[in-house]
């Protein structure tokens, strides 16, 4: 009876243990997975005015975390837009229709798209003419927003945003008030309007970076 209930207790341990071994093995294998699905998307502006005009200058930038690259999905994968902010009586108005947007990384010189290879970060820099002295113009709600492709990141979304006051004394007056003003709660972003879709990157247009 001893020798059985030894036998029993080996095989339950030994059960056990390849459970456990298994388990580990499947987390080791989520966690390995959720890692490489891991990005970064990041943007940072500023407003320079000069004799000629005004211009923002934005900044957008993605990490690939892990051992795959990151690969932007065919229609809208890296946007940038810049949007005016009005104040008003109520607070703010986020200008959605006057709203400028362009692709974050064009195509290369060869048309080739470009992507975030493993571990590397991808980043350049936009220009947006703009007019500080607009009526009631608080400044610019930056936003850059990242949809990927592929195996490991199909469907994912990254996006942030960044606010660009407007220098004192460059706008024209208006209603301005006293109280703190308080950011957007919401800007749509999603899906592109025909009115703003992303001009092509073959030739020239109002925001083709020449101030």
Known sequence: ???GSSDHLYNFLTAAGAVAALLGLVGGVVVAILYSRKATATVSAQAITVDSGSVIAVRPSVNAIGPFKLTFADSDGAVVQVTPVFATEMGTRTDNQNAKIREAFPTDETGKAQLVSPGETLTTTLLFRVDPSTPQLLGWLVSLNIASKGVVRHGLHWADRVFVPVALGQTSGGYMPDREQKMPERIDLW???????????SGADDDDGTP
């Open 191 to 201: 899906p592109l309007s025909a009115k703003n879709k992303i001009p092509p990157t």
């Open 1 to 3: 009876m001893a020798t």
